[in-house]
């Protein structure tokens, strides 16, 4: 079964504008994370955010948590078109013993 | 280190074969995990382990799907019987119990014709 659900499905923008991505998740958590994956590839680590924290940056990334909502977000500024890839949000909920839960992702497109 | 490894990294297969998957994790990793991915869909939890023991096994998981990690290292994830709806992306990852961060591998894919 899947915990998270990230909104929108699929997001076409234009090189240079920013993206935001959701993703809702019905338990509590220890933190949330969120993966990006290639077309075919393996997921890779974008960033981690803990329960106890409501907003983190990673260099163009900014990821926000609000666990009252059980929402986050994840914010791209300034678009590139390497930045074409599923996003992910996986959930370690609270006695799962560090065991990550995927929502369905996002697909980012972003246009030249 | 080279990260995660996955082995074969395509296998094409006829109905009611086994097939057997490969994962090398990072090796100071003593956590690791299988997960499946079809298309469109985000990764679905099978397994993980910790070390040599196994801690959890998916309950939608068919009895003829199995894995091992001897000794803690590689581990291994075999279907017996394949049937056209196993055809997936099996990923593997590793991480180090206690922080949270999975490195995945670049996966195994599955056609079972």
């Known amino acids: 079964s899947q915990q998270g659900e990230e909104d929108p499905q699929a997001l076409s923008i234009q090189e240079g504008e920013n993206a935001t991505m959701n993703c809702s998740y019905k338990?509590?958590?220890?933190?949330l994370q969120w993966y990006r994956q290639n077309s075919g590839r393996g997921l890779v680590h974008l960033i981690l955010?803990?329960?106890?924290?409501r907003e983190k940056h990673s260099g163009r990334l900014r990821v926000t948590l609000d666990t009252s909502k059980k929402s986050s977000s994840l914010l791209i500024t300034a678009s590139r078109a390497a930045d074409t890839a599923s996003y992910f949000c996986?959930?370690?909920?609270?006695?799962?013993?560090?065991?990550?839960?995927f929502g369905k992702g996002t697909l980012l497109t972003v246009n030249p | 280190d080279t990260g995660v490894s996955q082995d074969p990294r395509h296998k094409i297969t006829k109905r009611g074969q086994n097939v057997t998957f490969r994962c090398d994790p990072i090796?100071?990793?003593?956590?690791l995990y299988w997960y499946r991915q079809t298309l469109g869909q985000g990764p679905e939890f099978l397994t993980y382990?910790?070390?040599?023991?196994?801690?959890?096994k998916s309950r939608l998981l068919s009895d003829r799907f199995s894995a091992e990690r001897p000794k803690g290292s590689f581990s291994t994830l075999e279907i017996q019987r394949t049937e056209q709806g196993d055809s997936a992306m099996y990923l593997c990852?590793?991480?180090?119990?206690?922080?949270?961060?999975?490195?995945f591998g670049e996966g195994s894919r599955l056609t079972v014709l």
């Open positions: 990852a590793s991480s180090l119990f206690l922080v949270g961060e999975l490195f």
């Open positions: 338990t509590s958590i220890n933190n």
């Open positions: 955010i803990r329960s106890n924290e």
């Open positions: 996986a959930t370690e909920q609270l006695g799962s013993n560090y065991k990550l839960t």
């Open positions: 090796s100071e990793h003593n956590r």
């Open positions: 382990f910790q070390n040599e023991a196994q801690l959890e």
